[in-house]
Structures are given as C-alpha cells and as structure tokens.
C-alpha cells in the first residue's frame, strides 16, 4: 500500500484528538499504532491472522498471563537493561546486578529479625541456608534492611498462585541484624515453568522455544536512602542456568552452592547435611539524577 495514505489515515486518527487527554498516552498510543499499522503493512498481515492475534491478546488477559509473556518475550529483561544503562550515564557503577521481578511475587510476608525459616517442614527439597550481609556502596554494613525473598517449591511452584501450598509458604521477609546480616533456612528450589496449556506456552510453542527458568531465589532488598534492589540468584548446575525463557540470568547472580554439616547447621536449627549459599547484597545510594528502582506494578497482595 502506498504510505501516503497510511501516513494520511494516521494523520486523521491524530487530528481527531481534542486538547483533552494525557499527552504522554497519546504520544506513545500514535507511535505503537504508527508501528503496527506498517507491521500490518509489511508483513501482509491477513484479517484472518489480526483478528487471531487479538483473541490471543483477550484470552490471555482473561487467564492473567501477561506478566508471563512480558518474560518470556524479554521485555522484563529490557527493562532491565535501560535502567542499568541510566545508571551507568549518572556513572553510578559496582552495586549487587539486578534483575527481573517477574510476576510472583505477593506482598504481606511475615518479617522476621536476623533470620527466618520459610519452608513448612513437608517440602521434600534439600535444605537450604542462605546468608550474607547487606551492604552500602561504600562497603558498610546496613542495619535494619530489609530483604525480602521469595521462591518455588520442588515442583517448580509458588505459593498463593499454587493454592495447594500454605499461605507465604518460600516467602519471608528478614530485617538485618546490627552488623548487617540476614539469614533464612528454606529447600531448595525447582526451576520454574510456564503453566501447561496456558497462553505462554502456546506463544512460546509457535515461537520454537521452551518455557523453562532454571531454579532461582527472589530478592528485593531495601534501606532507606538506597536504591532499591530487585534481583535473583540462581542455583548452580541448573541444566536451564545459561537457557532462561526470561533471560532473566547474569554473571555475579550464581553463587556457589556448598555442602555443609554438622555443627554449622546449629544456630539455624539444621541438622545433618544442608546446602548452604553465603551472599552479601551491595545498594547504592539513592541520587535523584536518575530514574527510581522503585517500580509500580499491579502486586498480588495476602
Ligand atoms: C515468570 C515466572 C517466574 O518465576 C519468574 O521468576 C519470572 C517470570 C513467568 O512466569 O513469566
Ligand atoms: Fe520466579
């Protein structure tokens, strides 16, 4: 098709806006519909393959799938990346890396001081202990920060969405101790997967590409002053650690996973053999000379 035209037709659509309105939703609504209107030019999109695409848009709002394709089609991760950029331009450097939230996360977690223990005792999974400090840019620890974790069970599941699992089961929410230092005894997680049948694995199925996450543990970690930090660690040897559907991994992000036994075990009230993580967070400064760390987004809420 001509592009006069379709530049005429975009033209009129424009001109139809009154004075009313938000004009930062008009400017991106014109560029996005700019954008498909050539997508649909280009690649010949058929009415047939339109009226599909929007039957997959409506069915997978309805099944609250899209915090999943927004992962799976790396626009989390993106996200991700303009802010490291942002960050790197204001020349803020060093710090924990960060990375994806992803849509699982339920705010209300029980806080704990020091430590917690956020496995019910029935997960079947290898016990874990993960330790560490948090601490500023400037290599001091931070007293009363606030971590708060979050992660799947050994079937790759999350409590409150797996409605089989008790409420905030894998979930905790830890303020450190006067030297900075936190701790939680938990299992250690299964990678996670998109729901069979879903909308996702359709998109991803048509996509030739799998819907696998290798295990992973949540974190954000906050103190006020500091950037806010939302960010994962992996656990190692994860057939799926360098394969992410959500390109969510990064080098810094996978700490070793040690064996530990005995007595090291005590003062977390492990007994036997346990797997154990040591892994200090590092913040920065809050400056106002580049964008918040602090991200609204609709939240599941217990
Ligand atoms: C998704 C699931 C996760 O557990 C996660 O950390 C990120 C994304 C998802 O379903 O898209
Ligand atoms: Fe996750």
Redesign the pocket.
Known sequence: MNHDTIDTLLQKIDDSATSEGNPRTKAIVNRIVRDLFYTIEDLDITPDEFWTALNFLTETGQRGEF??????LGF?HFLDLRLDEAEQKAGLEGGTPRT?E???YVAGAPESPGHARIDDGNDPGQTLVMRGRVLGDDGKPLANALVEVWH?NHLGN?SHFDKSQPAFHLRGSIRTDSQGGYSFRSVIPVG?S?PPGGK?EQLLDRLGRHGH?PA?I?FFVSSPGYRKLTT?INIEGDPYLWDD??F?TREGLVPELKKAEGAEGERYGVAGNFALIDFDFTLSRERDDMPTTEVIRARAVA
Not at 67 to 72: M, V
């Open positions: 915090g999943l394709i927004a992962a799976g989390e994806i992803g849509p699982l799947a999350y996670y998109v996702t996450r992973h949540h994962q559907f959500a969510a």
